[in-house]
T-cell receptor, first 114, second 110 residues
């Protein structure tokens, strides 16, 4: 079936360190997967961080990047230097342009220490 | 821009009770969704609606009813609350594949 697996949290890093949150997907029933990273900051609603709909392309937002790798079925989220304000829960999600449904990973709680 | 409003923010119910959660959006989006999130887990789709008066079941629809009487609103009913149930219910609307989420309703069943 279709599924998303991401780094289990919680993840704690120090400010200015680099970060990678792993995300792999299985899209057995989706011909053209679209991939997303959503984020929920403390006290706020879930919001889109970045999306990529074409394999091989990279999405970026707020210093975060993720590359859609069809060969490894991965969409890892990376940031070169995290800030305390990046502390949040991050969700990887899989969708399709032909479907209304998003399939979410279980979320990764990130805490950035000052 | 737009906003999604969910009411109530917190909902406390009794076992067996019928409970209704409401969602309003002013994006003018056609498609709306209800998700359930349990602690430490991802979001699971309960119902979605691609237009007014349309209802489509998601993977978790058993035990729930939904209603889309207006384009801007989408209600979810827990038909019989389960004892000790705790979850957050998220409403969303979308244009294309990009979904916009409300702040959630946190349900606790005593």
């Amino acid at each position: 079936g279709d599924s998303v697996t991401q780094t289990e949290g919680p993840v704690t890093v120090s400010e200015s360190e680099s970060l990678i949150i792993n995300c792999t997907y299985s899209a057995t029933s989706i011909a053209y997967p679209n991939l997303f990273w959503y984020v929920r900051y403390p006290g706020e609603g879930l919001q889109l961080l970045l999306k990529v709909i074409t394999a091989g392309q990279k999405g970026s937002s707020r210093g975060f990047e993720a590359t859609y790798n069809k060969e490894t079925t991965s969409f890892h989220l990376q940031k070169a230097s995290v800030q305390e304000s990046d502390s949040a829960v991050y969700y990887c999600a899989l969708g399709s342009s032909g479907s209304w449904q998003l399939i979410f990973g279980s979320g990764t709680q990130l805490t950035v220490m000052p | 821009g737009g906003i999604i409003t969910q009411t109530p923010k917190f909902l406390i119910g009794q076992e067996g009770q019928k409970l209704t959660l409401k969602c309003q959006q002013n994006f003018n989006h056609d498609t709306m969704y209800w998700y359930r999130q349990d602690s430490g887990k991802g979001l699971r789709l309960i119902y979605y609606s691609i237009t007014e008066n349309d209802l489509q079941k998601g993977d978790l629809s058993e035990g729930y009813d939904a209603s889309r009487e207006k384009k801007s609103s989408f209600s979810l009913t827990v038909t019989s609350a389960q004892k000790n149930e705790m979850a957050v219910f998220l409403c969303a609307s979308s244009i294309g594949t990009e979904q916009y989420f409300g702040p959630g309703t946190r349900l606790t069943v005593l």
